[in-house]
C-alpha cells in the first residue's frame, strides 16, 4: 500500500468524460490498495475567465455580471450531466454548485460598487474555479462508489503567510493541522478532494499560492503527509528530451534529479515550477509526472536517486524564443568595481528579469539575455543611465535571437561536453553569439539567430542520441 | 530615452530636425538617444515603440498633413490622450496649440502623463497661465519633473539664467519684453510711423504674428509668460486671473511721438513688482531692457547683483524646439543620476 497525492490540471478535468478518465484513475489505484490523495485545479479556462471578469468589473459594467454567471453555471452544471450518472448525486451536486456561484456572484458585485480589485479580493474570486472543480470531481468519486469528500486548500489545513497573489506555505503548521484533519479520513478509505492553488492565512483569510499553483498544493501535502510519491497528471506523458514540435523523434525521460527538474522548469520546457518542487526536494519525496491520456506510460520520475542511474551527459535541450540579447560596451567597465552589478541594479528597479548572462572582461563588455517585451524599457534605462558617463560608450541590442538551453546532471565537471555541443552546432554552420554556463553547472546555454534554432537543437539532439 | 510628441506643428517638426541633424553628435557628447515612440497631430497618431522613422514621418506630415496618414504606423482613431494612457515613454512632450481659456488639450494631456509616470516637456503656454500651481504639485506629487523652458524667451535662456545664475540672490523685480510680434509692431509704429494696422499686417506677412493676433496684441502671451516667471523665479503662487493685463490695440502714433521726444520708448512690458501686471509703459531708450524689432529682453533686479538683462530672440520654431533639446538633457541627467543613486 501506497500513499500519493495525485494532482490533476485544468485539461485533465477539463469536460464531463474527461472527469470520469480521472475518476478512472482513481479507482484503479484505490483497487490496488494505494490511498489517494486528490488535488485539483480549475476547469479548463475558467481562471482566467474570472480574472478578466473581475478587472472588467472594476470599470463598474454591472450589466456584465448576469451573463457571466449564467455562462460560467452552464459550463459547470453541463459537465455534472456528463461526469456523474446517479441521478440523485446529479441534482444534489448541480445544486451546491449553483449555491457556490451565487456566492461568487456577490463578490462580483461588490467589486463592480467599490471599483477596485486588490490582490486579496482577487484571490476569493480566484478560489471559486478550484471550489467548483473539487466539488464535482468529488461527486464523480462517489458516482464511481468511492468514499469521498471535497476540501478547500484552507479546510484541508494548508496555512500560508498573508503574501496574496503569492502566499508562502508555513510548513510546520500546516504539517500539524494536514495530519489532524486528512490522516483519519485516509484511514476510513475516504478520498479527499482538495482545491490546488487556494490556501489561507492564519486568520483564515484566503490566499493563493501564486507561481507553482496547483502543484505546489500538491507537494505541501504530499510532505505534510509524508506521501510515497507525488503524482503530477498532465496531457504529455512526461518531461521530454526536446519539445516535439522541434524535434519530432524527442523521447519522453524516465529519470530526472530534482535539480535537473528544476533547471528544465526554469527553462521553459513542461514541467514543474521551482517553488513547487522546494517542499518535497528537502524530504526526497519522489514526483512523477504522467499523461491522463496514457496512463499505461509511467511518465518522468523525478527523484533523488535518478541522476546516479543514468549515463547520458546531456539529457534534455530546450529552445526558448522571444528573448532579445543587450551587448554593453565600454572601456569604463573593466576594472571598475561594481559596474556590472549597477547594471543589474538598473534592470532590477525596473523589474526586467535577466534570463542569462555572460561578459568578456578583456572587451569590456556584457551580453545580457532578457524577455523580448521588456526589451524597449531596458534599452532605455541603460541609456539614460549608463551612456554619457564613462560608464559604457555603445549598447546595442538583437531581438530575433534565440537561447538553447543543454541540460543534464552530469555534466559537472565532464570535460569536453561543451566542445561536442559547439562542434555539433558549428558543423551546420550556426554562428554562436553567446555562451553561458550557470553557476549550477547542470546546463550549458547559448545564443544563436532564431532562424537557426530549431537546427542547432537537432544537432546536438542527435550529438548525443537523445532519440534512442 | 522614448519620447511621446504630442503636437506636430512647427516646434514639433523641429525638433524632429534636429533629432535628425544631431543625433550622433548627442549620443557621443552627451549620451542622449532619443527615440520618438509616437507622434500625434490633429488627424490622429504614429506609433513605433521601437521609435518612428523620424524622416519618413516628416514627408508623411508634409505631403498628407496628418501623420496618421502613415500606412504602417499610423493610427486615425487614436487621439493624444490614448497615446499617453497606452503607450510606456519616459517622456511626453506638449506641443499643441495653445488654448489660454481652457489650457485643452494640454492640461489634460499633461496630467494623464503625470499619472503614467511620465516625464513632461511642455511647450505650450496655455495649461501653465492656467493651473501652474496645480501641475507643479501634481508633478512633484507624481515624482515626475515638469520643464518648460520653450515657454518664456524660446531659445533664450531665459529662465534657467535667473534660476541657475542668480541662485542665492534674492530677485525682487523682474520687468520684461515677452512678446516679439507686439514688440515688431511697437518698433515698426515708431520707427517707420505707420499706423498700428499696417504694422500688423506687416508682421502677420513675415509670419511673426497669427492670422488672429489677439493673444500677442491684446497682451495674453505676455501674460503668460509673466505667470510662469513668476511662479519659477519669485515663487509666487498665482495665474493668469491675477494679472492685470493692457494690450497694444489703443497705442497711438501720437503717444509713441510724444514719448520719443523725451528720449523714451513705449513697450509691452509684463512686470513683477508686487503685483503682477502687463502694459504698454515709457521706458528709457537707452535702457539695456529697450531692444527693438522682434527680440525679447528681461531685467532681473536682485538684491545683490543688481540690474541684469538677458536679450535673445523670443520664439521661432528652432529656437523652441532647441530649449526643448535642453530640457531634455536636463531630465536625462536627472533621471542617470535618480537610476544610479
Ligand atoms: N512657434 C514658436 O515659436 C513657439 C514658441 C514658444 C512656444 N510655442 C508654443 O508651442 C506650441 C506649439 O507651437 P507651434 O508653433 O508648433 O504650433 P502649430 O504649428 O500650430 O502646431 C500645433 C500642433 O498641435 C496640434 N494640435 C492642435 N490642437 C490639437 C488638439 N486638440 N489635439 C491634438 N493635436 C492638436 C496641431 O495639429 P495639426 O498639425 O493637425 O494642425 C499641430 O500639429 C504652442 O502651444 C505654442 O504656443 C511656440
Not at chain 1, 503527509?225 to 523521447?251: C, F, N, Q, R, Y
Not at chain 2, 485643452?104 to 505650450?124: D, L, Q, R
Request: charged letters at 25%; proline letters at 2%; hydrophobic letters at 40%.
Amino acid at each position: 500500500m501506497k500513499i500519493i497525492v495525485m494532482k490533476f490540471g485544468g485539461t485533465s478535468i477539463g469536460t464531463g468524460e474527461n472527469i470520469r478518465n480521472v475518476a478512472n484513475i482513481v479507482r484503479n489505484s484505490s483497487k490496488k490498495g494505494d490511498k489517494v490523495v486528490v488535488v485539483v485545479s480549475a476547469l479548463a479556462g475558467v481562471t482566467n475567465q474570472l480574472i478578466h471578469e473581475a478587472e472588467e468589473l472594476t470599470k463598474g459594467k454591472e450589466g456584465r455580471i448576469q451573463e457571466f454567471v449564467k455562462e460560467l453555471t452552464e459550463k459547470h452544471l453541463q459537465t455534472i450531466d456528463i461526469a456523474i450518472e446517479n441521478k440523485k448525486l446529479k441534482e444534489e451536486t448541480k445544486h451546491s454548485a449553483k449555491k457556490i456561484i451565487e456566492e461568487l456572484e456577490k463578490i462580483l458585485i461588490g467589486i463592480c460598487y467599490v471599483g477596485e480589485l486588490t490582490l486579496k479580493t482577487k484571490d476569493q474570486v480566484l478560489s471559486f474555479g478550484e471550489r467548483l472543480a473539487a466539488l464535482i470531481v468529488s461527486a464523480t468519486l462517489r458516482d464511481y462508489n468511492l468514499e469521498s469528500q471535497y476540501f478547500t486548500g484552507k479546510e484541508a489545513g494548508i496555512v500560508t503567510d498573508s503574501k496574496f497573489g503569492e502566499a508562502n506555505p508555513l510548513m510546520n503548521f500546516t504539517t500539524h493541522q494536514v495530519i489532524e484533519r486528512i490522516k483519519p479520513l485516509l484511514k476510513k478509505n475516504v478520498v479527499p478532494v482538495i482545491t490546488g492553488f487556494i490556501v489561507a492565512n492564519q486568520d483564515g483569510v484566503l490566499t493563493t499560492l501564486g507561481r507553482g499553483g496547483s502543484d505546489y498544493t500538491a507537494t505541501i501535502l504530499g510532505v505534510a503527509l509524508d506521501v510515497d510519491e507525488v503524482w503530477i497528471w498532465t496531457d504529455v506523458d512526461g518531461i521530454m528530451t526536446s519539445d516535439p514540435k522541434i524535434i519530432l523523434d524527442a523521447k519522453t525521460l524516465t529519470g530526472l534529479s530534482y535539480g535537473e527538474a528544476a533547471e528544465m522548469a526554469i527553462f521553459g520546457a513542461k514541467a514543474m515550477h521551482p517553488r513547487a518542487l522546494e517542499p518535497v526536494i528537502k524530504k526526497h519525496i519522489p514526483v512523477r509526472i504522467r499523461n491522463v491520456f496514457n496512463p499505461k506510460n509511467h511518465g518522468t520520475l523525478i527523484s533523488e536517486g535518478a541522476k546516479v542511474e543514468s549515463k547520458e551527459v546531456v539529457k534534455a535541450i530546450a529552445l526558448i524564443t522571444d528573448v532579445s540579447m543587450i551587448n554593453i560596451r565600454g572601456a569604463g567597465m573593466v576594472g571598475a568595481p561594481g559596474s556590472y552589478a549597477k547594471i543589474f541594479r538598473i534592470l532590477g528597479k525596473n523589474n526586467i528579469n535577466v534570463m542569462m548572462v555572460s561578459t568578456a572582461v578583456s572587451e569590456a563588455n556584457i551580453s545580457i539575455i532578457i524577455r523580448n517585451n521588456q526589451l524597449e524599457r531596458a534599452m532605455s534605462t541603460l541609456e539614460i543611465a549608463l551612456l554619457g558617463r564613462d560608464l559604457a560608450n555603445k549598447i546595442t541590442s538583437e531581438d530575433d535571437v534565440c537561447v538553447i538551453a543543454a541540460m543534464g546532471a552530469n555534466m559537472k565537471g565532464s570535460l569536453g561536453v561543451a566542445s561536442r555541443i559547439f562542434s555539433a552546432v558549428a558543423k551546420k554552420k550556426i554562428n554562436i553569439h553567446m555562451i553561458a554556463q550557470g553557476s549550477s553547472e547542470l546546463n550549458i546555454s547559448f545564443v544563436v539567430k532564431e532562424r537557426d534554432g530549431p537546427i542547432a537543437v537537432s544537432a546536438i539532439h542527435e550529438e548525443f542520441n537523445l532519440n534512442k | 530615452m522614448r519620447i511621446i510628441l504630442i503636437g506636430y506643428g512647427v516646434v514639433g517638426q523641429s525638433l524632429t530636425d534636429i533629432f535628425l541633424q544631431r543625433k550622433i553628435e548627442n549620443l557621443r557628447n552627451y549620451g542622449f538617444n532619443p527615440k520618438v515612440v509616437a507622434i500625434t497631430d490633429r488627424g490622429g497618431a504614429a506609433i513605433n515603440i521601437k521609435g518612428l522613422d523620424l524622416k519618413r514621418i516628416q514627408s508623411i506630415k508634409k505631403r498628407e498633413g496628418t501623420v496618421a496618414a502613415d500606412s504602417v504606423f499610423g493610427h486615425r482613431q487614436m487621439s493624444g490622450q490614448d497615446i499617453i494612457q497606452s503607450i510606456e515613454a519616459e517622456i511626453m512632450i506638449e506641443a499643441t496649440s495653445t488654448n489660454i481659456t481652457t489650457g485643452e488639450p494640454g492640461i489634460s494631456n499633461i496630467k494623464t502623463a503625470f499619472n503614467t509616470g511620465k516625464h513632461v516637456v511642455t511647450t505650450n503656454k496655455g495649461p501653465l497661465a492656467l493651473s501652474f500651481p496645480t501641475l507643479i504639485e501634481l508633478a512633484e506629487h507624481n515624482k515626475v519633473l515638469l520643464r518648460f523652458s520653450g515657454t518664456v524667451g524660446g531659445g533664450t535662456p531665459i529662465l534657467e539664467f535667473a534660476k541657475k545664475c542668480l541662485e542665492g540672490d534674492r530677485i525682487k523685480e523682474i520687468h520684461g519684453i515677452l512678446n516679439g510680434t507686439t514688440n515688431y509692431i511697437l518698433t515698426e509704429m515708431a520707427e517707420k510711423k505707420v499706423t498700428f494696422e499696417k504694422a500688423l499686417e506687416s508682421a502677420q506677412k513675415l509670419g511673426y504674428a497669427e492670422t488672429n493676433p489677439a493673444m500677442d496684441i491684446d497682451g495674453l502671451d505676455s501674460a503668460a509668460k509673466v505667470v510662469i516667471i513668476g511662479n519659477w523665479i519669485m515663487n509666487k503662487k498665482f495665474t493668469l486671473k491675477d494679472v492685470d493685463i493692457i494690450g497694444i490695440r489703443d497705442i497711438t502714433l501720437n503717444a509713441l511721438e510724444i514719448a520719443s521726444k523725451k528720449g523714451k520708448r513705449i513697450k509691452l512690458i509684463g512686470s513683477i513688482d508686487g503685483k503682477p501686471t502687463v502694459a504698454p509703459k515709457e521706458i528709457e531708450r537707452n535702457d539695456p531692457l529697450c531692444v527693438n524689432g522682434v527680440l525679447n529682453a528681461v531685467t532681473f533686479v536682485s538684491e545683490y547683483a543688481g540690474r541684469e538683462t538677458i536679450i535673445g530672440r523670443g520664439a521661432g520654431g528652432i529656437e523652441t524646439a532647441s530649449a526643448v533639446l535642453r530640457d531634455l538633457l536636463d531630465i536625462k541627467h536627472h533621471l542617470a543620476n535618480k537610476i544610479l543613486s
